[in-house]
């Protein structure tokens, strides 16, 4: 292929040129043009690709946004023809994912990992909501959902709560508590990074209510303990493994897609089924972290933890199916 001068480049798009002195300028700038063209163009197509962790591994999306368009110009269609999709959520709270996936012509199967059960210091919150507390946190919608009832029964008092993921905040708004604080990311270090620190002129500025899982690790007092606060921790629930049937654990065999919405749905997934197969796409960097210490082979998380993204990152899974092998991305 041969060179093209920058002025006949020009010129074939219907831009003259100008004559001398300005001639040497105008050239210099139609290269400096070209060049800035061809660069933009390779940086493009930089960002056209991803990788998905194996042996072990996990990475994060290169770029969700550049992705997430590359789904959307495929055909609702092509998605019939995949591998169905399993969702391991508690029993009704799939709907969302499950909606999101189905809308786009994905297959869905639902086996449950993990069940909640409500603990005894639950029924302790009423009473403790009625004490003064700088922040109440909470980390999960299934706290949420404890949290918000117990603040019913409790009378409505004025309180101020840190919330952990968008999912969790919307239980707390719907439930009519206006004051919520949400980290710009789903995990426990933005938590602890973002508080606002504790107002020494304030009598309770540093006493923090933490309703939460008995299965949660302390890293959430840790952080906040850290910043100054004294983190009252409250295990006012727990997660058990869900029952299958011999259907599920059939199920479950042949899966090859597998979401995961927490780190105790992991376990339990990883005590009964193989971890080597399946490509194991979660709503955030907890569960993916999880899935790496459970030993999974292929592991994919969106960097910003959400119903919206995950279901991204699930279509872009089963738009490389082809290219995939049996089961590893590259």
């Excluded at 994905?106 to 004490?131: H, R, W």
């Excluded at 597998?258 to 960097?285: E, K, L, N, Q, Y």
């Excluded at 993204?309 to 049996?326: F, R, Y």
Aim: glycine share 8%; charged share 25%.
């Amino acid at each position: 292929m041969g060179l093209t001068s920058p002025s006949s480049t020009l010129a074939g798009m219907g831009v003259p040129t100008p004559p001398c002195p300005t001639r040497a300028l105008f050239l210099l700038a139609a290269a400096s043009l070209t060049a800035l063209l061809a660069l933009s163009r390779t940086w493009s197509l930089s960002f056209s690709s991803r990788r998905i962790g194996r042996g072990g591994g996990f990475t994060k999306p290169c770029s969700s946004l550049k992705r997430v368009s590359a789904v959307r110009a495929g055909t609702t269609a092509g998605f019939y023809s995949k591998p169905p999709v399993l969702v391991t959520r508690e029993k009704g709270k799939n709907d969302k994912l499950r909606k999101r996936l189905e809308d786009r012509g994905v297959k869905v199967l639902e086996v449950p990992c993990i069940q909640a059960k409500e603990l005894d210091g639950a029924k302790q919150l009423p009473e403790l909501l009625k004490g003064e507390w700088s922040w109440i946190v909470v980390t999960s919608p299934e706290g949420a959902k404890i949290l918000s009832r117990s603040w019913d029964e409790s009378g409505k008092p004025e309180v101020r709560v840190a919330a952990v993921g968008a999912a969790t905040a919307k239980i707390i708004e719907k439930a009519g508590i206006s004051n919520v604080f949400i980290p710009s990311k789903a995990h426990a270090k933005a938590l602890g990074d973002e508080l606002p620190p504790p107002n020494s002129d304030e009598k309770t500025s540093n006493k923090i209510l933490y309703p939460v899982s008995q299965l949660a690790k302390d890293e959430v007092e840790v952080l906040l303990g850290r910043k100054g606060y004294d983190v009252h921790r409250i295990d006012s629930y727990t997660t058990l493994p869900a029952d299958w049937s011999d259907d599920d654990a059939k199920v479950v065999a042949s899966a090859r897609v597998v979401t995961f919405g927490s780190p105790s749905a992991v376990r339990v997934w990883a005590d009964r089924a193989s971890v080597d197969s399946p490509i194991a796409v979660c709503i955030g960097g907890t569960s993916a972290r999880a899935c790496k210490e459970a030993g999974f082979a292929h592991i994919v998380y969106p960097e910003k933890p959400g119903v919206d993204t995950w279901a991204e990152e699930v279509l872009g899974v089963l738009e490389n199916m082809e290219t995939m092998g049996s089961t590893s991305v590259e």
